[in-house]
């Protein structure tokens, strides 16, 4: 039986070149208006260009770790200038304005921070995560800029001039971002330390969005925390000497990030809702709670079982769902006496969340017999079908960090929302 093959991929209608920077050259795309193409260089810089070499091969592996990362940011919920992988060594983005900054982030004291700081002992851990912008200066060195610099500054790009508001959101964007990859790296046993990113503005929507590349020249990597086994670009740094065995010992490293930056998209653990209801009447309540374990890429399935009027099928389904070894936390949906959720909840030792879909005539009197357990039950009540979901998800959280990153990525885009709504109020009431 023949394979069925992809159709070819079209050539793209590229246009004038619109900037060019150490590692990467940016086209417009003629026939895709809002978008460009981002073109890794086989070239690898340190010191602002002071050492720069060819590294063979740079180009596509650059180009497979950022669109790896840039993924990983999209599915879990951060907006980026990302749009797809065109070849081995490009890919497709929004066109943005740039903003001049560049936003690093650190866990651990090491490198610059430590000329800057002196007294500060490598391996100092920043916890909240320690916050530095640099201005994008190469002729004085990038040099490192204040929140009060930024603001007098007043860049205006693509019609958005940066003010305070847009300085928070990119402040508490770097965090979250810094969060998920930090979270994300942790699976394979590497220590994230610290990383650059930088932000750009769209021109079609005037949104403010990730953009730039994030590859092995953005971040420290140590693996297992030690810095003697580093595989980023600080190798490179480090070199007394650029001789052609140190160039391959550079790129392998290189070679190491990019194949383990593609097991960050695998989640580390299976994991399952299953949502009891005791009448179909409960459906659409019900399917509130699937659709919202759904976006958080959690399996959802719904069952019908009345502990009251069939005790032994409710605990033969609950047997079902414990036998298979898959992580399942159980949602109880029943009405006016709440069995479900008690039974279940003295019956498995599997998490049991109880949502009750309450009515305005009895709710106040229906609502106790959730909340009021005998002894020795654990089951929580959350009368928010939505957020009975999102309970689920902070649960499987702990164990997989696509979920985890799922709702770290929604926390910041609903702090976002407030941020933003608050300004367009703040512009009517003026």
């Known amino acids: 039986m023949t394979r069925p093959t992809s159709p070819p991929r079209l050539p793209l209608k590229v246009g004038q070149k619109l900037n060019e920077g150490k590692t990467k050259q940016i086209f417009e795309l003629l026939d895709q208006p809002g978008l460009v193409l981002v073109q890794s260089k086989d070239q690898i810089t340190a010191g602002n260009a002071v050492r720069k070499d060819q590294m063979e091969g740079k180009a596509a592996i650059a180009n497979k770790t950022t669109s790896c990362v840039f993924q990983l940011l999209q599915e879990s919920g951060i907006k980026t200038a990302f749009v797809k992988q065109h070849s081995d060594t490009a890919f497709i983005a929004a066109h943005c304005e740039m903003i001049p900054i560049e936003w690093v982030c650190r866990r651990v004291a090491t490198g610059s921070f430590l000329k800057r700081n002196p007294g500060v002992k490598e391996g100092y851990r920043f916890s909240p995560l320690k916050m530095e912008m640099f201005f994008k200066d190469d002729a004085n060195n990038d040099p490192q800029w204040s929140e009060e610099q930024l603001l007098e500054a007043k860049f205006c790009l693509a019609g958005l001039t940066i003010g305070q508001c847009e300085v928070d959101i990119m402040n508490r964007s770097t965090v979250a971002i810094f969060e998920i990859l930090e979270k994300a790296w942790a699976t394979q046993n590497c220590t994230l330390v610290d990383m650059k990113i930088e932000f750009g503005v769209n021109v079609k929507t005037q949104e403010i969005v990730l ?220």
């Open 211 to 430: 953009a730039d590349v994030i590859d092995n020249d953005s971040w420290r990597l140590w693996p297992a925390g030690d810095r003697s086994q580093q595989k980023d670009k600080q190798v490179y740094r480090d070199l007394k000497e650029v001789t052609p065995e140190a160039m391959q010992m550079v790129k392998r490293n290189f070679e190491w990030v990019s194949e383990r930056v593609k097991l960050l998209l695998k989640p580390q653990a299976s994991s399952r809702v299953v949502v009891l209801m005791g009448s179909t009447s409960d459906m659409a309540h019900c399917e509130k709670i699937r659709k919202a374990c759904t976006s958080y890429g959690i399996p959802c399935v719904l069952r019908v079982t009345s502990a009251h009027k069939g005790p032994d099928e409710t605990l033969r389904i609950k047997a079902e769902y414990e036998g298979d070894g898959i992580p399942t936390v159980f949602v109880a949906v029943a009405g006016r006496s709440n069995g479900l959720g008690p039974v279940m909840s003295g019956n498995t030792a599997y998490p049991v969340i109880n949502c009750p879909p309450l009515t305005p005539d009895w709710g106040s009197q229906d609502v106790w017999s959730s909340l009021r357990m005998p002894s020795g039950l654990g089951c929580s009540t959350i009368l928010s079908p939505e957020a009975s979901a999102q309970f689920a998800a902070q649960i499987f959280g702990l164990s997989d960090h696509l979920v985890w990153c799922k709702l770290r990525a929604s926390m910041l885009n609903t702090w976002v929302s407030l941020k933003l709504a608050d300004k367009k109020l703040q512009a009517c009431s003026l």
